[in-house]
């Protein structure tokens, strides 16, 4: 986020600057989604909602589940944030105690230790390897639990890797979590963001001893072009979900009315323009790939 600070402040001064720091498409938010903000404050709906988010963006959001990863969930599952890194830092501020260990594999997202240790836990970094595509294995994952061991953060697709998980590789690493009841925090906030035929799949949706096993955090941020409307979720068991909420109910309130309806509308609506964005970065990314090459 400092790079990112410092390339707008040069484009500020008139420099032509393209920004690599954050993981933020360059495109503008579709059309349909301002239009449902604007509208919803025409309507007057620029006031408190429930904590843990709107009920019709919890209900869009369980449609989203099942349309896309086949996974039922009920809204009484699902709470909304202040975007995605919100909903890990309050995971992990109900989940840990002092010294309670998180198995983060490397390379991973800068944000995940900073939040484990501000919530009193012990980051434990397990090494994802160049040969296997920067993943690690169920065998590594075995290796590195301790009596401390919460929870392990899977993130696929990956940021800043974009490897992705295959379905087997997801079973033998769930297996494991189960075998040792550790939380797995499935990171999948790029998984619109996949190309060169790739497919992506939730490890929530392997099986229901999965599910239960497994909190989604994800959002609207890069899907939907969405980054400073601040619109992630957590969805997983509920009992965890209630205590979320009822911390953000003395931190945050809930997330800001106006983008919730924004959201609504972006998973209620077309999903061309996902689509269209995704298309334009993969042709950028063979650009630059035979440029390398």
């Given at each position: ?7 707008q ?8 600057v ?77 989940l ?18 900073e ?21 690690i ?65 939730s ?9 239960e ?19 992630g ?23 800001t009315?106006?983008?919730q ?33």
């Open positions: 986020l400092e790079i990112t600070a410092k390339a402040a040069l484009k500020a001064e008139g420099h032509d393209i920004g690599l720091g954050a993981g933020e498409p360059d495109f503008n938010t579709p059309e349909h989604i301002m239009d449902a903000a604007h509208k919803a404050m025409l309507e007057g709906h620029t006031k408190y909602t429930p904590t843990g988010g709107l009920q019709a963006l919890k209900q869009e959001i369980v449609k989203k589940f099942t349309r896309d990863q086949g996974i039922a969930y009920d809204p009484s599952e699902i709470i909304v944030c202040n975007g995605a890194k919100h909903a890990l830092y309050t995971l992990f501020q109900v840990l105690d002092e010294g309670d260990e998180v198995i983060i594999p490397t390379p991973y997202w800068v944000s995940y230790p939040q484990v240790k501000l919530a009193g836990g012990k980051p434990v970094y397990v090494e994802g390897l160049e040969d296997n595509e920067y993943k294995t169920a065998k590594q994952l075995r290796e590195a639990i301790t009596e401390k061991t919460k929870a392990v953060i899977i993130n696929s697709p990956s940021n800043p890797t974009g490897m992705i998980y295959s379905k087997e590789e997801l079973q033998q690493l769930g297996e494991v979590c189960l075998e040792h009841d550790i939380l797995i925090v499935s990171d999948e906030i790029y998984e619109k963001l996949i190309y060169g035929g790739a497919e992506y799949t490890i929530a949706q392997l099986s229901n001893a999965l599910k096993q497994t909190l989604i955090i994800n959002g609207v941020s890069k899907s939907h072009s969405m980054t400073g409307w601040r619109i979720y957590a969805a997983g068991n509920k009992q965890l979900i209630k205590a979320m909420t009822n911390l953000a109910s003395h931190s945050t309130s809930n997330p009315s106006i983008a309806y924004g959201a609504i509308a972006a998973y209620a609506g077309s999903q061309e323009p996902v689509e269209t964005m995704r298309q334009a970065f993969e042709e950028r990314l063979n650009i630059i790939y035979d440029k390398l090459i």
